[in-house]
């Protein structure tokens, strides 16, 4: 079995460009890129549009008509899952956790856009989540599919392997690859990913949770290394974690806000103050670190969260 074998529906528009960001390249004394996975081509760009590639053709494959995820009041997760969902013609229910902002801003505005069935529980259990989704899709008599919370388990994880295999056929050549990890699947995929085609280069998940990364990384990976036939062993060695969560998962931190405002005032591009934020944050301290030789070329993941940023305050 290899990554071509795994069912995989065209939802995105790929591959995503990379860009070298000339002004931070001056300031932080390397060469830095950007990948734009937030140009993946469905609602306002996104990682989770490579993991839903492979979820919803899962969804599919079993018949599902209603799509259950689940997250944060924000996630950006849930609102792509609903916009991928309806363009494949499929009910998406999100049943979302109060945490982060609830009223009509951001996310919430947009899939109140899309016409989505937006429910929200008082339990921060993903158990009881999962047994709500349960309950609500046997009550409609239809057949679902639930997807977790991030789109973070071995089969949405093998989008972001794929997408190493893309960077792997785009120039130039990187040594660092940096993005932000908050459930895990974009930065197991990577890292994975990189493992298989990018031996070279280094890659950096910037934690903007408080969940335990340094046992859930290497699970997916192994997981999606499994999907794959693929007998890699996976150690810590492989990659690298830091702690870019600040206050908290979803509020702003003083690096984070800075780091946004850097971007957008050195390339006129806009990050999020909760995923994509803290991890340019950690990439600035990393160079400032000196962890960067001059002729090093770095690979920041552009994520995606534009909807976040119109819910956050930053001061
Ligand atoms: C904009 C953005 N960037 C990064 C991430 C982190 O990706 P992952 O959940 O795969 O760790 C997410 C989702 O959690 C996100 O919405």
């Known amino acids: 079995m290899s990554l071509s074998d795994i069912e995989r529906l065209t939802l995105g528009v790929f591959p995503t460009p990379i860009l070298r960001l000339d002004n931070v390249s001056r300031a932080l004394n ?30 599919r494959r079993q018949g599902a008509e209603i799509v259950f995820t689940t997250g944060g009041a924000q ?59 349960d309950r ?6 239809r057949p679902y599919y639930k997807i977790p919370c991030g789109g973070s388990n071995a089969l949405g994880s093998l989008g972001y392997v794929k997408c190493a295999e893309e960077i792997a056929a ?32 280094r890659v950096y998940g910037m934690m903007v949770d408080t969940d335990p990364f340094d046992v859930i990384t290497p699970r997916l990976m192994r997981e999606a290394a499994a999907l794959l036939g693929e007998a890699v062993e996976i150690t810590p060695a492989d990659y690298t974690l830091r ?26 591009l806009f990050l999020d103050p909760v995923y994509t934020g803290k991890a340019f944050a950690g990439l600035i301290a990393l160079a400032r670190e000196g962890t960067f030789r001059p002729d090093d070329n770095v690979l920041f993941i552009h994520t995606g969260g534009a909807g976040g940023l119109f819910a956050v305050d930053m001061g």
């Open 30 to 59: 390397t060469n830095v890129y950007i990948k734009r996975d937030d140009l993946t081509g469905v609602g306002l760009g996104g990682n989770k549009v490579r993991k839903l590639e492979y979820l919803l053709a899962d969804a």
């Open 75 to 133: 996630s950006n997760h849930a609102m792509l899952t609903a916009a991928c969902a309806l363009r494949l013609g499929m009910t998406p229910i999100l049943i979302l956790k109060r945490r982060g902002v609830t009223d009509c801003r951001g996310n919430q505005l947009l899939e109140r856009l899309m016409g989505v069935d937006v429910r929200f529980v008082d339990t921060d259990d993903y158990a009881d989540i999962y047994a709500e989704m």
């Open 136 to 141: 609500v899709g046997r009550a409609s008599g």
């Open 170 to 201: 785009q120039s130039p050549r990187f040594d660092h690859l940096i993005c932000a990890e908050g459930s895990g699947g974009t930065m197991a995929g990577l890292a994975l990913g990189a493992k298989l085609y990018l031996p070279e280069t």
């Open 243 to 268: 702690d870019m969560c600040g206050p908290g998962y979803a509020v702003s931190s003083e690096e984070g806000a800075a780091a946004v405002r850097m971007m957008a005032q050195m390339e006129g």
